[in-house]
């Protein structure tokens, strides 16, 4: 074992992040840490390199226990990280990357001239391809990685945490990243990979260690975990607990009225293209684990990111959406998934904040008039059930669930045609969330069109009459009627395995 890290405990205000959790690493594997968002995955990694002090617990590494207090402390232990966000200087030169901090000097001046040989030397010693003179910034981000690896390699690290290192790559320049990982594993080097790709999981890693709500699942031997099961580990969902939640929409008839039809669209580096149907007065909802490409899907649709490749019709015609206000245009809508990044403007009111959208869609130059927004405000205000003091109440004065009430209102005032709702009852009570479920069940049932993205099943059983699965960034299936079931869906998602249980 080159790491062991035992009773790990960390909290903050209000919640405990990491609760008695144990991990252990051995030296020339490849180990991946899995969990779905708020799992506890980035605070054992902040844990591990200094970033945050542990409550509880110990590290111990080649079994001598260590206290790790800076990340300055973590790399002089031989441990180092590589993000998702590349942390190097894109204005210098990949050398100068590679020796920052520690160039070779003669007589008190940099030793260019043995830096870049130096540098050469290690590139292809990794099987890097780039000339050391090139600057960092007109490489690709494949390289950029591989290039803050190779520094990592070269300052002596034992312990390589790979941070999300995919997630912005294609699928030639993963295999080259796989490449070196590979070859690091055979120089000995334990590398720790987070990541939401189960396909590669599977492809590179020995081990899977599981994190649910700050607490350790398990720690399996990837060849002997199936992924159906590892899909439910994740989850949290036992196959003897399942549920056969069928929607309370799934009855009705489907309209063969088409809304929108995309053929082939799809975003580079994103989402793979796909096709997908959505008929009028239906509830689709699009299912993976974080990091699948639901999002990525609707926001390529919604042209929040502009699609470079396919084609999408809206009513039977074919559109350009380059925009969100083209496809606000076109009577698309869209809640986005972080409401207080992207959705609320937190110093305006709430009358502000739900005609803003209108007013965008109709323009400059045909203003509302006070009346007719307070007029709107107040419509929706009751209509939701918005718990506000006044319409002029500031937006970031309410709760939570009271601000994704306004969000919805804003666009359903714009009377869409296909309402995009991305994690709509995310951080909200009870109540409200079965308040916005049965909202959704009664816009489909006057005619409206609705995606809905959860990370709750059992909220999309009971709200979707039919289902997209994700996995990858890819659209994998689609599965409605009797098929919608938690373990059909999880199957899917993980890849069509079916489990244990099924098998006998």
């Not at 294609?170 to 396909?199: N, P, W, Y």
């Not at 049965?438 to 039919?466: H, N, P, Q, W, Y």
């Amino acid at each position: 074992m080159v790491l062991t890290m035992r009773g790990i405990c960390k909290s903050f205000p209000g919640v405990n992040a990491l609760q008695n959790v144990d991990f252990s690493l051995r030296k020339g594997e490849i180990h991946a840490l899995m969990g779905e968002n708020g799992a506890g995955k980035s605070t054992l990694i902040k844990v591990l390199t200094g970033v945050y002090e542990l409550d509880g617990g110990e590290i111990r590494l080649d079994g001598k226990p260590v206290a790790i207090h800076t990340p300055q402390e973590a790399q002089k232990y031989g441990i180092s990280t590589v993000y998702q966000e590349i942390s190097l200087c894109p204005n210098l030169t990949v050398a100068e990357n590679l020796f920052l901090g520690r160039e070779p000097r003669r007589v008190g001046l940099i030793d260019w001239k043995t830096m870049n040989r130096r540098a050469a030397e290690l590139l292809l010693s990794l099987d890097i391809h780039v000339p050391p003179t090139r600057q960092l910034d007109d490489c690709s981000i494949a390289i950029q990685q591989m290039v803050a690896i190779a520094r990592a390699v070269d300052m002596q690290c034992r312990v390589l945490i790979l941070d999300e290192p995919t997630s912005s790559l294609d699928d030639d320049e993963v295999a080259k990243l796989f490449s070196l990982m590979t070859r690091l594993k055979e120089q000995g080097v334990a590398s720790i990979f987070v990541t939401h790709f189960l396909e590669q999981v599977y492809a590179v890693t020995d081990r899977i260690t599981v994190l649910r709500n700050g607490e350790l699942v398990g720690e399996y031997a990837t060849a002997e975990l199936p992924r159906v099961q590892l899909v439910a580990k994740m989850m949290g969902k036992d196959f003897d607990d399942l549920a056969d939640i069928k929607s309370a929409h799934a009855g009705k008839e489907s309209n063969e009225h088409v809304v929108l039809e995309a053929k082939d669209l799809g975003h580079r580096g994103t989402i793979k293209p796909f096709d997908l149907t959505v008929s009028k007065g239906e509830v689709i909802g699009f299912t993976g684990l974080l990091g699948s490409g639901r999002s990525e899907l609707v926001r390529t649709i919604y042209g929040a990111d502009k699609a470079d490749s396919g084609e999408l019709d809206v009513a039977g015609k074919p559109v350009k959406i380059n925009t969100p206000l083209d496809a606000m245009k076109k009577g698309l809508a869209y809640l986005p998934e972080d409401r207080k990044r992207d959705g609320i403007i937190a110093d305006l009111s709430v009358r502000e904040n739900i005609i803003i959208a209108l007013q965008a869609k109709r323009g400059m130059f045909r203003l509302m008039s006070r009346k007719e927004m307070e007029q709107f405000a107040d419509h929706y205000i009751e209509l939701l059930q918005i718990k506000t003091p006044t319409r002029e109440t500031p937006i970031r004065s309410l709760s939570g669930g009271n601000q994704q009430k306004v969000i919805i209102g804003r666009w359903l005032l714009t009377n869409p045609d296909f309402l995009i709702l991305d994690e709509p009852t995310r951080g909200i009570d009870i109540g409200t969330k079965t308040e916005i479920q049965k909202l959704v069940l009664d816009l489909a049932d006057d005619g409206m069109s609705v995606a809905f993205i959860s990370s709750e099943i059992e909220e999309m059983l009971r709200t979707c009459s039919r289902m997209a699965v994700l996995r990858d960034g890819k659209k994998v299936g689609e599965l409605s009627g009797e098929q919608l079931t938690q373990e059909t869906i999880m199957q899917t998602i993980a890849g069509g395995e079916r489990s244990h249980a099924d098998e006998n």
